[in-house]
Each structure stands twice: as C-alpha cells, then as structure tokens.
C-alpha cells in the first residue's frame, strides 16, 4: 500500500528521501540506543489536520474557542499518562525532552542555584546541567557519576557529594548508563539535603511500564520523559509530578502555587505557546499501546535482548562498561584496544550497525572521540527479533571489530547479510 500517495505527487524530492530512509532503516540493524519505532496509528495521528489547531492554555481554561475535542483529546492524553506511571499530574505538552527538562528548572528554582546532575561524558544528558546547555549557563552542575571502576553508581559518593554541596534539585537519570536505577536511595539521599529529586526516564520508560525496572513516580518530586525512543509514540516530551511541592516553594519566587500549578505555568506560558495537538494526539495513542500487553512483553523483551548480546559479546571476549546490562543498553568499552570508539562506530555503520561512539567510565580519550559503542536493543525488539537473533547480532558485531583496521574488505558482505537477515521481521511503521 502506498503511504503517502499525496507527497509522492506534490514534493518528489522529499517523499523519495522519505523512502530511501525508510529503506535504509528496512536494511540495517538500528542500535541507535534512544530510538525505536513508532506504530503506524501513532504515525497517523501525527499526521492529522490537528496539526492547524491553536489552543493555548490548557483543557478547559484556553485562550482560544472551538476546543471541545481538542480538549479531549489532550485529557486523554494526560489521564493516559498518569495511569501508565501511578503519577498525581501530568503535562503533556513539552516540545521534546530538552523543553520538558527547561520547565523542571523554571518549576523549581531560581536562577543561579545547585544542581547535582550528571555531565554528559559522565553519561548524563545536556539538560542535566552541561556547560554548554542552557542548564550549565543559568544554573551550577554539580557533578557525579558511576564509579571509574566498577561503572555503577556509589550511594555513599553520592551521598556525600550532596551532604557537602546541598544542591536544590538532584537529577537521576542517564542516557548511558547500563545498570538499573534505584530511585529510593537517590530519594533518601534528596530527603537528607533537603533537595527536589527529579528522574528522567526517556531512556528507560518501557522498561518501566513492563515493570522490569523501579518506577521512580513514587520517590520523586518530577519525572519527566520523552514519549519517542522506547515509547514509540511521537517526537515530544510530557512530565509528571506530585500536586503539592514537598518543600512548599522555599526556593521558588511563585510559592504560592502548588507544584503541579507552577509545572504547568513553566511549560505554558513560561516557555511554550500553542500545543501542538497533533502529536499530542499521537501521544496518547502511544500510551493506550502502552498500556497493553504486548507492549509489557516488548519492554520485557528488550532486557532480555540487551542481556542476551551483552553475554555473547563477553564470550567473544569483548568488555562492556560496568560489565554487562540489565536495562536495554550496553556500552562496549575499547579501552584496551588499537581502536577507538569513533572507528569502532564508523566501521559498524559501513557493516549495516548503526549505533553512537560513547564516553566509557574511566576513559582516557576525548569525547570527540572516545573508547566506546553504545549500543541499544529497543528497535530490534520492536522489530520482533529474540535472544537467539542477538547471538547473530554478536557475530557480526564481533566480525566488524576484529576486522577494523581493513573493514573496507569486509564490510560489504557483512552489510548484504545483515540485509537479507532483516526481510525476515515486520518493521513498524514502515513495513507490515
Ligand atoms: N540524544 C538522546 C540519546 O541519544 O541518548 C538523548 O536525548
């Protein structure tokens, strides 16, 4: 069946480069940690006339008439929302994570204030207090990270990091860290130093609803997430939190609101304009998927993946950071290799591996260029592939690396193979 029978007449240009990425995507194993694949419901909804709705302000209280079932549809997608994750509150209008991220900090603190957070070489995200983001800009990171060695978190580290620096807000969250999160002892930790404690879980939320890893909605003030990568819903972010702010606004200039009231007001008008209804409507198709059973056994099956190729990647003799996963990534730590992280990823993409070069714990080389591959399991899982398949994924993955100082020999034939292996999955969203 055509699927964009309309662009394909209008704008050649841009359905036949749509097609070409559907058709690489159709041929090369896509371990691209932060992405999956969307459902065609979910890619209809995106592409509905609610794309030309205004609607300014929230459910029932807008700045702009004519939103009986624009109002519903953005209800539904909250009330989603907040089932999925036991949450109080939920806003669903954030552009993507990043805008998610900039209403925590316009919701909780003032310019200038401390927040614990992990650098981005560090495997933390750039809203987490980077230098170069805005939250490094108007805030002060104070950083922390897995342990050099073992590359999981230390608690009493942690703990005594907070103790001395009494950050307002910590932040838990990563976008390469392997190991699961427990966010009751961060939770105590924030309980301790009188700081708001804030997950983000855009990397991890499946995992989450399938329930094979903690869910943070009850030991935090905020949560906040992107609803693409493993959620498989469209390009945007929502967040959830308590109603009432623990710490009753004593770092906050508006302390008489609640803190659902002041995430709201931080999202729209404080950063954001109109919502964009179409993808807020793509998000709650995203979040009835998610709540079915064959989403619970996709989240399930990802770990199990992830596990599977981290333990034939290890027989091969190959190390991870942190020695294995338990969620759905794992970052191979070339450390002791000739080769870098950027060749490693380079020579994956030629081969048909499509992943990131990533900072390792405790890495000598620059974040240029670094000693690792992140490599993730969510788009394989949403393509049906099982623990067996990931025994091949390792074989190839094994082949390109042993291989990389004259991949140009090798990677053809290992692309042509990995091709012929993908016609065997239905790909969602692009391939029934
Ligand atoms: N850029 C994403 C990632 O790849 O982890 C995080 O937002």
């Known amino acids: 069946m055509e699927r964009y029978p309309n662009l394909k007449e209008s704008d050649p240009e841009i359905y036949n480069l749509i097609q070409k990425e559907s058709e690489y995507e159709s041929?090369?194993?896509?371990?691209?940690?932060?992405?999956?694949?969307?459902?065609?419901?979910?890619?209809?909804?995106?592409?509905?006339?609610?794309?030309?709705?205004?609607a300014e302000g929230y459910p029932g209280a807008?700045?702009?008439?004519?939103?009986e079932f624009v109002d519903?549809?953005?209800s539904l997608a909250i009330e989603r929302a907040k089932k999925l994750f036991g949450a109080e509150h939920a806003n669903v209008q954030p552009y993507s994570g990043s805008p998610a991220n900039h209403a925590v900090y316009r919701a909780l603190l003032k310019t200038g204030d401390k927040v614990m957070g992990m650098p981005v070489p560090s495997g933390g995200h750039l809203t987490h207090g980077w230098r170069v983001n805005f939250s490094g800009i108007d805030y002060v990171q104070i950083p922390y990270g897995p342990d050099s060695v073992t590359g999981r978190f230390d608690m009493e580290a942690i703990r005594k990091i907070a103790k001395q620096e009494r950050p307002k807000m910590i932040w838990v969250g990563a976008t390469a860290y392997p190991h699961k999160i427990e966010y009751?002892?961060?939770?105590?930790?924030?309980?301790?130093?009188?700081?708001?404690?804030v997950a983000d879980i855009a990397h991890i939320n499946?995992?989450?609803?399938?329930?094979?890893?903690?869910?943070?909605?009850p030991y935090c003030d905020i949560v906040t997430s992107t609803s693409h990568k493993m959620l498989r819903g469209p390009r945007a972010g929502?967040?959830?939190?308590?109603?009432?702010?623990?710490?009753?606004?004593?770092?906050?200039?508006?302390?008489k609101l609640n803190l659902a009231k002041r995430v709201d007001r931080a999202v729209f008008p404080g950063l954001q304009g109109g919502p964009h209804l179409h993808i807020i409507a793509a998000m709650a198709v995203a979040f009835k998927e998610a709540a079915t059973d064959?989403?619970?056994?996709?989240?399930?099956?990802i770990v199990k993946n992830a596990k599977a190729l981290a333990n034939a990647l290890l027989d091969k003799g190959w190390q991870l950071a942190g020695g294995g996963t338990d969620t759905h990534l794992l970052i191979l730590d070339f450390r002791e290799q000739d080769f870098t992280g950027k060749e490693a990823a380079t020579a994956l993409a030629k081969s048909g591996?499509?992943?990131?070069?990533?900072?390792?714990?405790?890495?000598?080389?620059?974040?240029?260029?670094t000693s690792g591959v992140r490599l993730g399991t969510p788009s394989l899982t949403a393509m049906g592939m099982k623990e067996s398949d990931m025994q091949l994924v390792a074989n190839w993955i094994d082949r390109v690396c042993k291989n990389i100082k004259n991949i140009d020999k090798h990677a053809n034939n290992i692309k042509n193979e990995i091709a012929d292996f993908c016609k065997n999955f239905k790909i969602p969203g692009i391939k029934e």
């Open 27 to 54: 041929t090369t194993l896509k371990m691209i940690a932060s992405e999956s694949y969307a459902s065609f419901s979910v890619l209809e909804a995106c592409g509905s006339m609610l794309t030309d709705k205004y």
């Open 62 to 67: 807008r700045y702009y008439e004519g939103n």
């Open 72 to 74: 519903a549809v953005e």
């Open 184 to 197: 009751k002892d961060f939770a105590d930790i924030a309980n301790e130093t009188e700081s708001y404690l």
């Open 206 to 217: 499946a995992l989450i609803i399938a329930g094979v890893h903690p869910n943070p909605t």
């Open 238 to 255: 929502f967040i959830l939190s308590k109603v009432e702010d623990k710490y009753q606004g004593k770092y906050h200039a508006d302390s």
């Open 294 to 301: 064959e989403f619970k056994n996709y989240g399930a099956q």
């Open 353 to 369: 591996i499509i992943a990131n070069f990533n900072m390792v714990p405790g890495d000598h080389r620059s974040p240029f260029i």
